[in-house]
């Protein structure tokens, strides 16, 4: 069985199994462990917020001065994973803004997942 990161790596075919950088979004802890845990284990080096707003900072997209200095290419995100259902911004809603205001991460793969087992609440 092929682990997470070689299949990533099949679309990303320029980046090797320990460059590999996931920002994992989920505002459950149990889920963002899970998600951790298995990315490591395939050699990823991995990132996890809790929310979509953290997620924006993380990446120097919330709109703060401060943010104007990061250096983005050693923050190298490769794969973006996000929760659909959270509280405030849902993932899809993420995925929104994020290729919407950054040319620099609008070519980087996002992953909408759900644990969710209600679909009128996946269904909007």
């Known amino acids: 069985m092929a682990s997470a990161a070689n299949v990533f790596i099949h679309r990303l075919p320029e980046v090797s199994a320990h460059e590999l950088h996931v920002l994992a979004v989920d505002d459950s802890h149990v889920d963002r462990k899970v998600i951790e845990r298995l990315l490591k284990i395939s050699s ?51 995925l929104k803004k994020i290729k919407q205001e950054s040319s620099i991460f609008r070519e980087i793969p996002v992953v909408v997942m759900s644990s969710e087992n209600i679909l009128t609440r996946i269904d909007r």
């Not at 990823?44 to 993380?58: E, F, I, M, N, P």
């Not at 001065?65 to 923050?75: A, H, Q, R, T, V």
């Open 44 to 94: 990823c080096k991995v990132t996890v917020v809790d929310s979509g707003t953290r997620a924006l900072q993380y990446l120097g997209l919330d709109g703060g001065e401060e943010n104007s200095s990061i250096d983005f290419d050693s923050m190298k995100v490769n794969l973006i994973m996000t929760d659909y259902s959270m509280p405030g911004m849902t993932g899809f809603e993420l």
